[in-house]
């Protein structure tokens, strides 16, 4: 055995015996997304590993087995959970936190790390900083540690989201559930799922079978299509509620119909059936607006789907209804708008919905038409920002990108990036806009690595508007962080673009 000299085992032991840390970047110098909207750095170190237990009210006792586990996944030591407030690793809540139900703070000394919300949203979002941080320091020579400091943080919008359209082609339970696992660690709170179009109808609606034994039967290209069966579609519900995100449902119309007016002769004014329709126009197609048993049709879809969702919105779409007359439109939304509060549901719907009276409350997405955001916010309605130049996620990066569509024209991680939603449209401030959602139609794309190709990473700067100041937004800083952020996107086996713009670690 290789004999010591018993000098610098002294040293050794001494070391150990004053729990001397290493010195670690500052908190503020980690790479987190969204960058919280304070951060103070201490001046020293916390071992994660003398960290043994965690203690979260009672009421939490799941979200706090989560966490553990979570814990014990991402540093290898085991926690014990605990009710009594005092633990090392300490959640409780609060009412003197600053911000919404979703603000949290969390403080980190040399002993212990103290998490405080006013309600359980907030201290789930103050977990994922957290266990982002953890994951960022594991790419680091003294991966155990964590530095000291202070985070208060407050989302800028209460509604950050992202749209799938699961109809023009369809995407399983088990690829939606990994899309809800890729956008939960950037606290996006809302997943709007586009559940119907001309191509496909994709939610099960008992009242009205047709729809998905004949509407969820195909998709675009004339692949097999599918649906989700009330039971999966909860099952969807419950495992974003999880996490913490709402399912905002989308059945569009009057327009975008032809899968529903293929499985139900009655609901075409000339009483035939559509053939099922694989291509990719939009516009064409239309519900009979006289005839009553379109509104029998549209209030049982929309009580079942109310049933379905916990949540506070329904999406009713609206848009490029280009063969239902004007008039006739306004007809239809307003009378839908009379059916979605019966069922105690937000109505949202794109912007071209404020051509009706807009009841309160309700929301315009704004995609296209700053006159219509406009005339929607004077009618009343809280404005949901996306804009297809800066916010469509199936816009193609750049010439060479293989999916995605161009008619809102590129958008590269900058332009993505680079915007500020209450800056946006003249007229439209902070105070009405709702919140910030990026969709990703599907003409284009069929599977997730597709899919994850155009959300990742784009995504994660729409997370950071949606949460981050417009002040602490810099393109040259964020693009440093997300450099990062690829690493762990490939520990996920992310299939994400990996722009030149960025100087990947
Ligand atoms: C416009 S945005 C649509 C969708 C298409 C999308 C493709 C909006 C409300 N309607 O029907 O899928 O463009 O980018």
Redesign the pocket.
Known sequence: MMKLPKLFLFAVALELASCQSPTIAPLADHALLPYPNTVRSGESALNINTIQNLSIDADFSDLGQQIAQEWEMHTTNALEVTEAGNAQLRFSLDDQVDGSEEAYSLEIDKKKIVIKAKAEVGLFRAWQTLKQLITLRQLTPEKDYLPTGVIQDNPVYAYRGTML?VS?HFFSVDEVKRYIDLIAPYKINYLHLHLSDDQGWRIEIKSWPELTRVGGSTEVGGGEGGFYTQEQYKELVDYAQKQFITLVPEIDMPG?TNAALASYAELNCNGKATDLYTGTE?GFSTLCVEKEVTYQFVEDVIRELSAMTPGPYIHIGG??SHVTPKKDFITFINRVYDIVPKYNKIPIG?DEVQLADMPQPSVAQY?ANAENALAAKQKGAKILISP?AYA?L?MKYDSLTVSG?K?AGYVPLEKGYSWNPDALVDGIENADILGVEAPL?S?TISNSPEMEYLAFPRLLGYAEIGWTMPSIRQWEAYKKRLAVHGKLLDQKGVNYYKSPAIAWE
């Open positions: 359209d023009r975008h939009v848009d490029e794109w995609w297809a469509y199936d569509l008619w139609w003409e």
